[in-house]
């Protein structure tokens, strides 16, 4: 066996490889260029290749904060027939030596920050969930992604709306020229969210929507901003100062409206912090759990 680069041209075995190995998240071409080749702190994208066949692939990232020393093996693969010929743990210990290498100091498997396809490893891939702790990884958590059935209702919130409009507060659709108010509200209060946001403005119609106040911004809510084109919500947030009048609600219904007229019957809104908060503005229930996993690297 061998390691190299991998390549744009493997795309077709690559992609055909993973959705093998990884069954509960499939790749389409275009989220396979999304998390692969537009992954702005990738450190190594690689290769195993047996016999001039690609038997497994791997590709780690630094975390995206300024200053961050965490990396990330953001996706990882080995062929089902050919696991348990040491193809992922060479792979795995290549992919921690260009982190080690980059400056991270530790290294979690899968999640990432901003451009994840999962917040951690599903209990249900046990032969990966076994992996890794072969290899000296520990939990350091839980992570839960949330159903909505889209179907269920129309997401209306004209009244919910007429209400907040009454307190001085507006909600609508973000403009391009709404981005830098914006990402100066991040700055302030989530930082590590102006990738996908920034993301979102350059969908058409802008995939954004903001709750103003006499020219002062107390929220956002956003989708299609991280695995485009899937059903993905998120990320959203209130500040402080104005929650508790209904903003919340209203934006993430929003979200989930136009995600609706995009002919989808269900969203996903995944690595969630409230889960209270989504079963009760959309109904949404858990539908996987992860572990979240790390490592110290020497």
């Known amino acids: ?18 959705n093998r190995a990884a069954p509960y998240d499939p790749l389409t071409s275009d989220l396979y260029r999304e ?8 450190v190594a994208r690689l290769a195993a290749v047996v016999d001039g066949e690609i038997v497994g692939w791997t590709v780690a990232a630094l975390w995206g904060a300024p200053n961050e020393t965490r990396g990330t093996v953001k996706l990882i693969a080995v062929a089902p027939e050919r696991r348990r010929e040491g193809i992922g ?11 080690t290498a980059a400056g991270a100091e530790t290294v979690r498997i899968a999640e990432c920050s901003p451009n994840y396809l999962v917040p951690g490893v599903d209990l249900r891939y046990t032969p990966g969930w076994l992996f890794v702790q072969k290899y000296g990884y520990t939990s350091v958590g839980e992570a839960v992604n949330m159903h909505v059935d889209l179907a269920a209702e129309d997401w209306a919130t004209d009244e919910r709306e007429r209400q907040l409009l009454e307190r001085g507060v507006v ?11 914006v990402m100066a509200f ?27 106040r006499e020219g002062d911004l ?8 991280n695995n485009v084109g899937t059903g993905w919500f998120g990320p959203m947030g209130t500040a402080e100062a104005a929650r508790g009048l209904g903003i919340g609600g209203v934006l993430c219904r929003r979200c989930l ?36 996993f790390e490592k110290r690297l020497a």
């Not at 066996?1 to 993973?18: F, H, N």
């Open 89 to 99: 743990g060479t792979l795995l210990a290549e992919a921690e030596a260009h982190l």
């Open 1 to 18: 066996m061998t390691l190299r680069d991998l390549r744009p041209s493997d795309e077709a075995v690559a992609l055909a490889l993973w």
């Open 257 to 292: 409206r136009d995600l609706k007229a995009q002919g989808r019957t269900s969203a996903t809104i995944p690595w969630v912090a409230p889960v209270g908060f989504y079963a009760h503005y959309a109904g949404a229930h858990v539908s996987r759990v992860f572990h979240r």
């Open 35 to 42: 998390k692969v080749w537009d992954e702005p702190h990738a």
């Open 171 to 181: 909600v609508r659709r973000a403009e391009p020229g709404d981005q830098g108010a």
């Open 218 to 225: 107390l929220g956002f809510s956003a989708y299609d901003a």
């Open 186 to 212: 991040l700055d302030e209060h989530w930082p590590a969210w102006k990738p996908e946001i920034a993301a979102a403005f350059r969908q058409s119609p802008v995939s954004l929507h903001l709750a103003w």
